[in-house]
């Protein structure tokens, strides 16, 4: 059933796993806090990460070693590298969160390394261009140009404004908050104003 080949069996893995996770959040989520549902969740990806690293890392490593490597390697590599970098920033999230959000762990040295790693990872997921029945990824290296030049100018125009979304971002609060409104539930009490 969920192993079926084709387009199928594709979308019998997504909805059936995006169910049991949507499911097993919200039933959970109702009575226990946001912050400790986000640090239950980045564990369980972390898990999940660690599981495609290691399920990828003998492939990955022969496809670094290779002589004259294939289109299809530079995925492997990519997408290796791009777990990693998940697996890197989850966990970093998580001790960030368990350590009250000290102020100088934010700022550390190892976030832009974690961070340069999934970049490594895009370069090669974009270099294997047609790797996939010679149609997919598609041509994408302009798109890897503009996207990276864009990004220098808006880098450059964030460092010169120092722009304060602070109003900006607390007015989405009521749309990303606590949509549960954990602790504030109605239990046979008066009724809540």
Request: proline share 6%.
């Amino acid at each position: 059933m969920i192993y079926s080949d084709g387009p199928s069996g594709i979308r019998q893995i997504l909805y059936l796993t995006t169910l049991a996770l949507f499911l097993g959040y919200q039933a959970v989520n109702i009575f226990v806090p946001n912050a400790d549902m986000i640090v239950a969740t980045r564990i369980l990806a972390a898990a999940f990460y660690s599981v495609v690293v290691y399920a990828y890392a003998g492939d990955a490593w022969a496809a670094v070693r290779r002589p004259v490597p294939t289109k299809a390697d530079f995925l492997i590599v990519g997408i290796w590298l791009s777990f990693l970098a998940h697996l890197g920033q989850t966990v970093y999230a998580t001790i960030y969160r368990l350590a009250d959000a000290p102020q100088w762990l934010l700022n550390a040295e190892v976030v832009p390394v974690i961070i340069l790693v999934s970049m490594l990872g895009a370069v090669c997921h974009v270099a294997a261009t047609g790797s996939v029945n010679g149609e997919v990824p598609r041509r994408s290296r302009v798109a890897l140009g503009v996207g990276v030049g864009a990004a220098v100018l808006v880098v450059g125009a964030v460092i010169a404004t120092r722009p304060d979304i602070g109003p900006a971002i607390e007015r989405t609060r009521p749309w990303i908050g606590d949509w549960w409104r954990t602790g504030e539930l109605w239990t046979g009490g008066p009724a809540p104003t």
